[in-house]
């Protein structure tokens, strides 16, 4: 009896739930998280150290102002992206070692130009109307006519390649900035599409290069080394700025370019 009452008693089976282990605690997250960000900054201010003035001048610009800074660089004088001018290089010619060095060198010498511009007062709001832009061909500096009268001019007397006072103080400012530089030079004139009327036979043609002629001249009895240009491009009006707008005068403008050195193989002359 015994051992059937044993064999019918039910058995129970009592099993233990272990608790949760309680979770470490995060301080160690956050001071991971403090090392790697003063490791990042460490090696951003390493990286500025090697870089142009410039760049170090962009990006104090950007962390002084962000804002304004954004909206300058989409409209003001220094225009470009030498990422994208590197990368046209490249299908060109050239080592890349040597387009790093050229664009940074052309880079640092648009940003002198334009601190040199700013500090000339009397030509007051006509700085703003001064492009400097990294292409691939290197750096252009262009003055454009902002008058919105037909019949007035800044930059040259109407109808004449004779340079206007403010045109020889922004010049004198660009070729002294220029002659430091080992880079060739290309001179461009530009005008809108308005017939030249005075002179018989003396068409756009004419005054463009003759334009971009009165520029090298000034230029060279100012800094400009005489070997340093070595190419006048009278355009007329065939490279309209404003092609919907023909007549607008700023079409009228005279272009200087700082050729690249990697590009400079096409043109012959010696020093």
């Known amino acids: 009896m015994e051992?059937?009452?044993?064999?019918?008693?039910p058995v129970i089976v009592v099993r233990k739930k272990a608790g949760h282990r309680r979770h470490?605690?995060?301080?160690?997250?956050?001071a991971y998280a403090d090392f790697v960000t003063a490791l990042m900054a460490f090696?951003?201010?390493?990286?500025?150290v090697v870089q142009s003035d410039a760049v170090r001048q962009a990006v104090q610009g950007y962390f002084q102002d962000p804002v304004n800074f954004m909206k300058k660089a989409g409209s003001g004088m220094l225009k470009g992206s030498s990422s994208a001018l590197k990368?046209?290089?490249?299908?060109q010619a050239g080592d890349p070692s040597n387009i790093e060095k050229n664009i940074a060198a052309l880079s640092e010498a648009a940003q002198k130009i334009r601190n040199t511009i700013d500090k000339i007062p009397?030509?007051?709001?006509?700085?703003?109307?001064?492009?400097?832009?990294?292409i691939p061909e290197g750096l252009r500096i262009e003055l454009a006519e902002v008058s919105t009268n037909p019949d007035s001019a800044n930059f040259f007397s109407l109808g004449s390649a004779t340079l206007k006072p403010t045109s020889k103080l922004i010049l004198t400012a660009i070729s002294k900035e220029l002659r430091l530089?080992?880079?060739?030079?290309?001179?461009?004139?530009?005008?809108?599409?308005?017939?030249?009327?005075?002179?018989?036979?003396?068409?756009?043609?004419?005054?463009?290069a003759d334009r971009a002629n009165s520029a090298r001249r000034h230029m060279e009895l100012t800094g400009l080394r005489t070997t340093q240009v070595v190419e006048i491009r009278g355009y007329a009006d065939n490279h309209l700025k404003y092609p919907d707008s023909p007549f607008d005068p700023r079409n009228r403008r005279i272009a200087i370019i700082v050729l690249h050195e990697e590009l400079e193989q096409r043109y012959s002359l010696a020093e």
């Open 122 to 134: 009397e030509i007051g709001k006509l700085k703003d109307f001064i492009d400097i832009e990294l």
């Open 3 to 9: 051992e059937e009452e044993k064999q019918a008693q």
């Open 24 to 30: 470490h605690g995060g301080a160690w997250k956050v």
């Open 87 to 91: 990368k046209e290089l490249r299908h």
């Open 181 to 208: 530089l080992p880079n060739h030079v290309v001179v461009e004139g530009h005008t809108d599409r308005k017939p030249f009327s005075g002179i018989t036979n003396y068409t756009n043609w004419e005054l463009s």
């Open 43 to 48: 090696f951003l201010v390493m990286w500025i």
